[in-house]
T-cell receptor, first 117, second 116 residues
Framework: AQSVTQLDSQVPVFEEAPVELRCNYSSSVSVYLFWYVQYPNQGLQLLLKYLSGSTLVKGINGFEAEFNKSQTSFHLRKPSVHISDTAEYFCAVTLRGGGTSYGKLTFGQGTILTVHP | DVKVTQSSRYLVKRTGEKVFLECVQDMDHENMFWYRQDPGLGLRLIYFSYDVKMKEKGDIPEGYSVSREKKERFSLILESASTNQTSMYLC???????????????FGSGTRLTVV
């Protein structure tokens, strides 16, 4: 079974600073990887996903993530954050190919990003 | 715009009540999921359904059941609500995984359930 660990439960940063939210996964087979964002009192919204190909994936709102197979990581980055990026961010993994997994996502514990003025 | 709609944003129920949480999607997705979200624990899968009348247990199914009589609707049932089921419940849907890979989930806005 796959699992996901988000290494930081809270990340405070100042506006316009760079940020990295860390995610490590474990799986014995190939995976698809996702980052979701949850703004207060809302559901989750897809930021970006890695399926195959280039290991650097660009998403919405200026975020990007890099898939590192040897380190089993999928860290999320943004070069300059804005107040509006304050939210909770979730990393998720599922097995490639579907099958009996039916594309079930396993989520990390979440990282609360707080951007200060 | 595609949508997953959860019928209630906030619910307060009493211990022992039978509780129904409803979820409807308009995307003709085959797969539907119920997760609960608790601080520090992330999202945990309760049940999922890959077709009408088909369901499988997730990681934490105890105390819950589900119903999928129509493709667009997936209901979560708390047979006898308890205070430890106070949580945020999130419904999601996705199409079947095909050759081009996983499309990700579309989530509803969530139902915050308080059991008193």
């Amino acid at each position: 079974a796959q699992s996901v660990t988000q290494l930081d439960s809270q990340v405070p940063v100042f506006e316009e600073a760079p940020v990295e939210l860390r995610c490590n996964y474990s799986s014995s087979v190939s995976v698809y990887l996702f980052w979701y964002v949850q703004y207060p009192n809302q559901g989750l919204q897809l930021l970006l996903k890695y399926l195959s190909g280039s290991t650097l994936v660009k998403g919405i709102n200026g975020f990007e993530a890099e898939f590192n197979k040897s380190q089993t990581s999928f860290h999320l980055r943004k070069p300059s954050v804005h107040i509006s990026d304050t939210a909770e961010y979730f990393c998720a993994v599922t097995l490639r190919g579907g099958g009996t997994s039916y594309g079930k996502l396993t989520f990390g514990q979440g990282t609360i990003l707080t951007v200060h003025p | 715009d595609v949508k997953v709609t959860q019928s209630s944003r906030y619910l307060v129920k009493r211990t022992g009540e039978k509780v129904f949480l409803e979820c409807v999607q308009d995307m003709d997705h085959e797969n539907m999921f119920w997760y609960r979200q608790d601080p520090g624990l992330g999202l945990r899968l309760i049940y999922f359904s890959y077709d009408v009348k088909m369901k499988e247990k997730g990681d934490i199914p105890e105390g819950y059941s589900v119903s999928r009589e129509k493709k667009e609707r997936f209901s979560l049932i708390l047979e006898s609500a308890s205070t430890n089921q106070t949580s945020m419940y999130l419904c999601a849907s996705s199409p079947v995984i095909r050759d081009r890979g996983h499309y990700g989930y579309t989530f509803g806005s969530g139902t915050r359930l308080t059991v008193v």
